[in-house]
């Protein structure tokens, strides 16, 4: 593979901006190449990370899910009544999971029906289920917050809910290992099973899906469920860091979400992007606040400084498109 | 063809308009009667029988702070069935703020309550619903126009405290981290100002290392940028005091020390607020203390002044203020010595499903 | 930048009768091209074509598909620069590089898909870009008196304030012509406009290409449609494999004349298949299919071993025949089995029974240009090359790699994106994708549209391997050598049904030419 | 001559009757609806969000999608409080709004530039820069000419003739924004039925390449509908200031962008383009406004309006879309039905 084609390419890329933010830190703050740092950064990210590797499915079909954040605060709230109302007992658990997961999986079904039956845009179903999910949080716990009980050691469920969050096997906190699960599954299920190979081409064209037998409604509906579910996840793994649960937990993550997609150099209109990308994008933005929080960037600076960062890879994006030859799909997201 | 559909639509528009303004009713005048010169008479309403209504306006009702609020109303308004007690979601939002005020103006409310979400950006709907005789009562954060009342448990303050007793903790000397509020909310959340202020003033040689905002106010950034500072001040001793904006950040904090495994360098946490899980904490052990905001006594306190004012008929533009007059709450900083009696002082029990030590 | 238009002469009663007609110069010389040359990457497509076209007269273009014909418009409208040659307009040469120079010389052609705007109204489409009217406000009202003007002018019936997406397609091919004579347009170019088009439609166009002639506006028509032409065109110009064969009079235009001019010599090629083997068992039974009113009632049997060959005009059904029998679209009526048992509707269901599609339209049908040349070809078959539903790579890559092999699609790379693929190596690897996985029933529709002939050549090859494994091949073809060479057996579609079969010695491209008009070839001379 | 309604304005019609129905729902079952006041207080609230939806319109109806609106409110409020306030003068408010308007219209060029020059999708483009404005109104909001300002309040705004521009006009009780924002729709209604850049807006949003082909420029069309949309946020960041007599720096994070989408979606001007103009997003804004205040009325849990919201924004999409498919299936029956075989 010619040089020249290697740093065209995506990973090229990556390696070029990795080099850069690792030059600048060995300047700036070499405390950044520390153990505990990079445990730091992959913790900080693992939460809106394993949400991106769900959302990913959606934007390969050209599609979006606003309602991610909220769709996380819906399922760890159903999981803190179900298990509080059975005073904390194992059972409590384990049904509560069960229904969080069956709520998510019914909210992504819906999206799939009004994308695919209705045909209405993505954008604004997820929008709308947003706002219905921020507020059916409130009304599933009765108020506003489910606080967890704090002592750990009489009971098994509480120490469960601790462990999902705050344990560490091998010094590897466990939402990190929970994110490299989920990376590893989405990124198996993309690269390597016929639904995978069937979601690139039904997000590249889907009438010619249609005719190599692709069933385009069943798999479009199953992309919305994979996103709900692991947000689902992602929302209960959230809850038990913080041993809470309530309406604004995970508020605004589809925002960092979109950011490591944009970032991750996957085209929102549908049909290119891996798990890489998505992983690589979270990973992009861990660093990036990461960078600023240790050269101590003063933070009503840090918002500008994002905005203008993914401004920038938006545009690397479009250029090493254009310039690698690839066909710029249709911009806007491909369901009209 | 297509000019009919155009006069029809215009009509439309027209009759929208129109149906505005004809539905004028009668300017409305306020509704306690005019001041009577020289004397002073009860000019208001009845508390005990008229019918009232009485509006708190939060910043969100979100917050867990939120259930100690309908505790404290509805425990004090059992005496007064009459009163129909009403909270509106601000939704962190002065904007939406802002357009609440104006209807609780509109639906003629007794009293308001608010959380002002900024200083500066409720002053005209505050004056407006002055001049409808409304009396205004802002807590916390107040507003610069002239109101009836500003009850602070003042952040400012519990800051400052905070200061003092972490810096007498570490004898003056050593380093300081600062988890500030958001940073679009510095304006309102005033503790973190407050905490550099006294650090300054009280510990020269206390060093305030970091001073960051935590976005959303939650836990897992307060978490996660913890973890940085821990990271970029490795060594025992590095880091001495750290100040959280609210027990969540302060929690959060907490956290990440664990994770890395410091958790016995003497690392003093100070929270604010005194939610449940800062109360918890402080009482294991984690947390050197916290500023504990009494919501219950703000809230009856506010409540029985809003009704003294309901009854004497006064508001700012009635009783002819000159300068919003302020009460500051004493916030009292809660370490170990005080904690338990605090525990049992702060009603947090009576909130079901919350505290459960 | 918009075109700078000359302003239209004012008539001197500065009335409605604001374009210049043409009445008064009515069989004066209006277009004339001479030895126009051109080639595509070292291939010559035009060899000293020369056009004439006068005032006032339907002059007619026939040739075979590849004759040159779409090629020589393209230069006359600036689309393409021609190698050689002069184009003049009213006598003088004029130089033509783009579209614009081309409206400005009063040129204007009506594509196939036309180019109109959906949202908005017949008048405002007419004057998309060119609005009358004074600071930017659009004078809606001179605009609707120029359009009403045009349209009483010619005797259209059409409703300027008509919103375009609610109007018909012989409606919409009506506007796309008021928006040419709106530019004052002296040849308006037509090309195959009655393909997608109903015999009402098709016969309200004849009127308006009728008044078009009285009013001295010339018309260059290209059309596969024989009666068409005879009975419009003042002059049929007839082109085969780049070159003009001859220019016939009203008169003189005869189906077998015009036939052999466009195929040339009967040329038997050599190696047309003779003595095929018949696999009865493996049968493909179609009866009564019903499609809306494209298709009435269609009946026929194909049998394993043979190319059955589907003529007909565009627009007779050929391809929702095909997409009915594959399940890609639902028929109104009939049944279709496959070895006795009925043909499930589920596209999914049939593939892993054995059937393969090879759509008409490559770029939206058939090809994924996101993905690489490997994952277009392996996308039917993940069935074969999975376990579990999880994907075998190593047979993935060898299945690909072979099919890149077997069918010679070039850059031999896995790897690379079909985007950046040429016509024809589309063409491969969409056909790669079907023939790896040896189909008992492969269904093709213009398989070879587009393709130049050497890759055509191994098409056939890969085809014709497949049938003498006993597979059906059921191929649709507008390309008459196709049809009579490669196919073993021809059908031909006319008016919803199978109008004639051919097979064997009987199957000349003129008969299954004029079949496809719905003419028998021993019905005599004259046409309707 | 037949009456015959058009589908477009049919679709206003329905809005327009919808927004009716919902306020006599409203004013039955809550006194404090149906008066003078509240219409007023409805109609000024309505209106910022209106002018964010009106300027909208235009990108949307050119196929494209503005996600930067929020940002640019948050941006120019700051901006336009420091030029009200430049140098202790007080400049003329009008002024002060005009340069409000030149901010937002300078933000939405830079928008344009980004989408048709260096080519950029319009979506994610929008999206980096929406971030980047309200950062940069964050920036400046506690920044006075550099340095952190000492006192971290941001300082209300000492300019009696800028504040007037929130106040209500004369005895009618209405506010000056709202006849503002009635003013600009009429005159935008005008703009895109009228004039060719409207004409041509349309052209792009049903079918551009068709649009570019009849020499439509379509490149310059698209900046200066960004213009626009960026123009309308900086003159509803100067009223919603003038009102509010400061510059608040979380006005980024309202969500006036997706309010302003919703408000156009559910008012019936279609995400993919070619459909609805002004009075759409005029409709639609009052729409969501009528929601929010009636909701206020009752003594329902906050939530419970989040709920609402969201249901009705999905059932006028679905509404819009059925609608949409069911006149376009008419038609493509009729096309079909037509065509025998040759």
């Known amino acids: ?336 | 063809m297509k000019r009919a559909m155009k006069i029809i639509a215009t009509i439309l528009t027209i009759a929208l308009a129109v149906s505005v303004i004809s539905s004028c009713a009668p300017k409305e005048s306020d509704a306690g009667d005019a001041p009577v010169a020289g004397g002073i008479a009860l000019s208001g309403k009845d508390i005990r029988n008229d019918p009232l209504k009485i509006a708190y306006i939060t910043l969100s009702t979100a917050g867990i702070g939120n259930r100690m609020h309908e505790l404290a109303y509805e425990e004090q308004l059992s005496y007064y069935p009459n009163v129909d007690f009403q909270f509106f979601d601000g939704e962190y939002n002065p904007d939406r703020q802002r357009q609440i005020l104006n209807e609780c103006v509109t639906q003629k409310y007794d009293a308001v309550i608010i959380e002002a979400m900024g200083t500066e950006e409720l002053n005209r709907a505050i004056v407006e619903a002055e001049e409808a005789g409304i009396p205004v009562i802002t807590m916390n954060s107040g507003a610069s126009a002239i109101h009836t009342l500003h009850i602070e448990g003042s952040d400012y303050e519990i800051g400052y405290k905070a200061a003092e007793l972490l810096g007498e903790a570490i004898n003056g000397t050593g380093n300081a981290i600062l988890l500030d509020v958001p940073a679009e909310q510095k304006a309102m959340g005033r503790m973190g100002t407050g905490f550099e202020e006294g650090l300054a003033a009280k510990f020269p040689n206390i060093k305030l290392l970091e001073k960051p905002g935590i976005a959303n106010w939650s836990q897992e950034n307060a978490n996660t940028a913890m973890r940085d500072f821990l990271t970029k001040y490795p060594n025992p001793g590095d880091i001495n005091i750290v100040y959280g904006a609210s027990d969540d950040i302060a929690i959060g904090a907490i956290q990440a020390i664990e994770a890395a495994g410091r958790q016995d360098e003497g690392i003093l946490v100070f929270g604010n607020m005194g939610y449940p899980t800062g109360l918890q904490a402080v009482k294991n052990g984690s947390m050197f203390g916290t500023g504990f905001s009494d919501i219950y006594l703000e809230d009856t306190s506010s409540l029985t002044l809003a009704l003294y004012f309901i009854s004497a008929g006064i508001n700012s533009i009635s009783a002819g203020y000159t300068k919003t007059p302020v009460i500051s709450m004493y916030v009292p900083p809660i370490t170990a010595e005080n904690i338990d009696s605090y525990i049992e002082v702060s009603h947090w029990k009576q909130v079901p499903g919350v505290f459960t030590s | 930048m918009r075109p700078t238009l000359k302003k239209p002469e004012r008539t001197p009663d500065g009335g409605a009768e604001r374009t210049v007609t043409f009445e008064d110069r009515a069989g004066k010389s209006l277009l004339r091209t001479e030895g126009v040359y051109k080639q595509f990457n070292g291939v010559t497509v035009l060899r000293d074509v020369a056009l004439d076209v006068r005032y006032g007269e339907v002059h007619a273009l026939m040739g075979e598909n590849g004759a040159g014909k779409s090629t020589i418009i393209k230069i006359i409208t600036g689309v393409y620069e021609k190698d050689a040659g002069r184009i003049m307009i009213d006598g003088e040469p004029v130089e033509i590089n783009d579209s614009h120079d081309a409206r400005r010389a009063g040129i204007s052609v009506i594509y196939q898909e036309l180019s109109l705007v959906p949202a908005l109204t017949v008048a405002e489409n007419i004057f998309l870009g060119q609005e009358p009217g004074r600071y930017g406000v659009t004078g809606r009202s001179e605009m609707r008196e120029r359009v009403s003007a045009l349209i009483d002018r010619y005797g259209f019936r059409i409703d300027p304030d008509a919103v375009v997406d609610s109007l018909g397609m012989s409606q919409r091919q009506m506007v796309e012509i008021l928006k040419a004579l709106s530019t004052d347009a002296k040849l308006v170019i037509m090309d195959e406009p009655t393909s997608s088009l109903s015999t009402a439609e098709s016969e309200r166009l004849f009127e308006t290409i009728d008044l078009l002639r009285q009013k001295g506006v010339g018309i260059l028509y290209v059309s596969h449609r024989l009666e068409e032409v005879y009975r419009l065109s003042d002059r049929l110009t007839v082109m085969r494999g780049g070159e003009v064969v001859g220019v016939l009079d009203h008169d003189e235009i005869v189906p077998k004349t015009v036939t052999t001019m466009m195929i040339g010599r009967e040329i038997r090629d050599a190696n047309a298949r003779r003595g095929y083997k018949i696999y009865e068992d493996n049968v493909l039974e179609v009866s009564h299919l019903r499609y809306g009113k494209l298709l009435r009632d269609v009946s026929f049997k194909a049998y394993g071993g043979e190319i059955l060959g589907i003529g007909g005009l565009v627009g007779s059904g050929r391809t929702e025949l095909v997409k009915c029998i594959y399940g890609a679209l639902r028929r109104s009526g009939g049944d279709v089995t496959y070895r006795g048992a009925p043909v499930s509707k589920s596209i999914g269901r049939n593939i892993r029974a054995g059937f393969g599609f090879v759509p008409e339209d490559r770029r939206v049908e058939g090809l994924f240009p996101a993905l690489s040349i490997g994952r277009n070809i392996t996308v039917a078959s993940h069935d074969k090359l999975s376990r579990v539903s999880v994907m075998n790579k190593g047979a993935e890559q060898r299945w690909a790699e072979e099919a890149i092999k077997n069918y010679d699609i070039r850059p031999r790379d896995r790897g690379y994106r079909a985007a950046n693929l040429s016509g024809g190596n589309q063409q491969k690897v969409v056909l790669g994708r079907w023939l790896a996985r040896e189909p008992d029933v492969l269904l093709l529709d213009e398989p070879t549209v587009g393709v130049d002939v050497g890759v055509r050549a191994e098409l056939y090859e890969y085809v014709r391997f497949l049938a003498s494994r006993g597979s059906i091949i059921i191929m649709v073809s507008s390309d008459l050598f196709e049809l009579t060479h490669i196919a073993d057996r021809i059908l031909v579609m006319h008016g919803g049904v199978f109008f004639e079969e051919f097979t064997g010695a009987a199957a000349t491209q003129a008969a299954v030419l004029l079949a496809a008009s719905g003419q028998h070839t021993d019905e005599g001379v004259a046409l309707i | 001559m037949k009456l015959r309604i058009s589908t477009r304005n049919v679709r206003k019609l329905v809005s327009a009757g919808l927004v009716v129905v919902l306020m006599l729902v409203f004013s039955l079952s809550a006194d404090s609806f149906w008066n003078w006041r509240n219409m007023g207080n409805l109609f000024h609230d309505a209106a910022f969000l209106g002018l964010i939806a009106l300027g909208l319109s235009f990108v949307m109806t050119g196929g494209g999608i503005d996600l930067s609106v929020g940002g640019i409110v948050c941006v120019t409020a700051i901006l336009v409080s420091r030029f009200g306030t430049l140098g202790g003068s007080s400049v003329p408010g009008v002024l002060a709004a005009l340069f409000a308007v030149l901010c937002g219209g300078a933000f939405g060029l830079i928008n344009g530039v980004l989408v048709t020059r260096v080519r950029l999708t319009e979506f994610v483009t929008t999206l980096a820069t929406g971030i980047l404005y309200s950062g940069l109104g964050l920036l400046l909001a506690y920044r006075d000419n550099g340095k952190l300002s000492g006192v971290i309040v941001p300082k209300g705004i000492q300019n009696e003739s800028f504040l007037s521009l929130g106040e209500k006009v004369g005895g009618t009780g209405v506010f000056l924004v709202t006849y503002i924002w009635i003013a600009l729709s009429a005159a935008m209604y005008f703009v895109m039925r009228r004039t060719n850049f409207g004409l041509h807006t349309y052209a792009i949003g049903s079918h551009s390449r068709s649009a570019g082909m009849s020499g439509v420029n379509v490149r310059r069309i698209k900046t200066l509908g960004f213009v626009i949309s960026g123009a309308f946020a900086g003159l509803a960041s100067a009223m919603l200031t003038a009102n509010m007599t400061a510059a608040s720096a979380s006005l980024g994070n309202n969500g006036y962008e997706f309010q302003g989408i919703a408000a156009c979606v559910v008012g019936g001007i279609a995400l993919g383009g070619g459909k609805g103009d002004p009075v759409n997003a005029m409709i639609g804004a009052i729409f969501l406004q009528t929601i929010l205040n009636g909701l206020l009325k009752f003594n329902i849990q906050a939530y419970w309006s989040y709920v609402i919201q969201g249901v009705i924004i999905i059932a006028a999409t679905a509404f819009d879309t059925l609608f949409g498919r069911v006149t376009h299936m008419l038609r493509e029956r009729r096309s079909i039905a037509g065509r025998e075989a040759v």
């Open chain 1, 1 to 336: 593979m010619s040089v020249r084609r290697f740093f065209g390419g995506a990973w090229g890329q990556r390696i070029v901006i990795l080099a850069l933010i690792f030059a600048v830190m060995a300047v700036a703050e070499p405390k950044f190449f520390t153990g505990s740092n990079a445990s730091s950064v992959l913790f900080a990210i693992s939460i809106y990370g394993m949400m991106a590797c769900g959302m990913l499915f959606v934007v390969l079909l050209g599609g979006l899910d606003l309602s991610v954040g909220s769709m996380a605060a819906v399922s760890a709230c159903i999981v803190a009544q179900i298990t509080m109302k059975s005073g904390y007992s194992g059972a409590g658990l384990l049904t509560g999971i069960v229904a969080a997961i069956a709520a998510s999986i019914a909210v992504g079904v819906l999206h799939g029906l009004c994308v695919t039956y209705m045909r209405m845009p993505s954008f604004i179903v997820t929008l709308s289920t947003k706002y219905i999910l921020y507020g059916v949080a409130p009304i599933i716990t009765g108020g506003s917050f489910i606080y967890y009980p704090q002592e750990m050691d009489s009971n098994s469920a509480v120490n469960f809910i601790y462990s999902l969050g705050n344990k560490r096997i091998a010094n590897v906190p466990m939402p990190v290992i929970f994110f490299a699960a989920v990376v590893v599954i989405a990124g198996f299920t993309l690269a390597s099973t016929t639904y995978g190979r069937r979601l690139y081409a039904l997000g590249g064209n889907p009438t010619a899906s249609a005719l190599v037998g692709v069933r385009v409604r069943r798999d479009t509906v199953a992309a919305y469920v994979v996103s709900s579910l692991l947000a689902a996840l992602s929302g209960i793994v959230l809850s038990s860091v913080n041993m809470q649960a309530g309406q604004t937990l995970a508020q605004g993550y589809e925002g960092s979400v979109l950011m490591a997609m944009i970032v991750g150099g996957i085209n929102l209109a549908g049909g290119e992007g891996t798990i890489s990308g998505a992983v690589f994008g979270a990973l992009f933005a861990g660093l990036i606040n990461n960078m600023m929080t240790l050269l101590s960037v003063p933070s009503d600076f840090q918002k500008a400084v994002q905005g203008a960062i993914i401004l920038v890879a938006v545009c690397i994006n479009a250029y090493s498109g254009r310039r690698a030859g690839r066909v710029k799909l249709p911009a806007a997201p491909a369901e009209k």
